[in-house]
């Protein structure tokens, strides 16, 4: 194995990106979420481009073929015809989601401790 290889695989190199302090935030709960962080992620994306030779997700001209506001009126409408209503409440936690403001732990704790507490009554 040359010299440059080795170099190579033992040197780290810092990479540095400026994005806005909200988008940080949000990606790091998600990320966070999903048992990983910023850093992990951003790593696995350059190791899946250099394995792929090419850009490791889709690119497109939209992040998802529906907006954020049309995905949460398919859940509010999928529990209307369950028969099931979504308070104004359960409708801002699906925003918050969407925003990557809460994560899917804080979800679920929120969830289990109401129905805890409903359940004492």
């Given at each position: 194995?040359?010299?440059?290889?080795?170099?190579?695989?033992?040197?780290?190199?810092?990479?540095?990106?400026?994005?806005?302090?909200?988008?940080?935030?949000?990606?790091?709960?998600?990320?966070?979420?999903?048992?990983?962080?910023?850093?992990?992620?951003?790593?696995?994306?350059?190791?899946?481009?250099?394995?792929?030779?090419?850009?490791?997700?889709?690119?497109?001209?939209?992040?998802?073929?529906?907006?954020?506001?049309?995905r949460i009126r398919e859940v509010v409408a999928t529990f209307e015809l369950e028969g099931m209503k979504l308070s104004e409440e359960d409708i801002q936690e699906l925003r918050d989601f969407e925003l990557a403001k809460v994560t899917t732990e804080e979800l679920r704790q929120k969830t289990l401790a109401e129905i805890k507490r409903k359940h004492k009554r």
């Open positions: 194995m040359s010299n440059a290889t080795t170099e190579s695989k033992t040197t780290s190199n810092l990479i540095q990106v400026r994005i806005p302090a909200d988008l940080k935030e949000r990606t790091a709960k998600l990320f966070e979420s999903l048992g990983t962080n910023t850093s992990d992620v951003i790593r696995m994306m350059l190791l899946r481009a250099d394995e792929t030779q090419s850009i490791p997700f889709p690119i497109r001209t939209g992040a998802y073929p529906i907006s954020s506001n049309e």
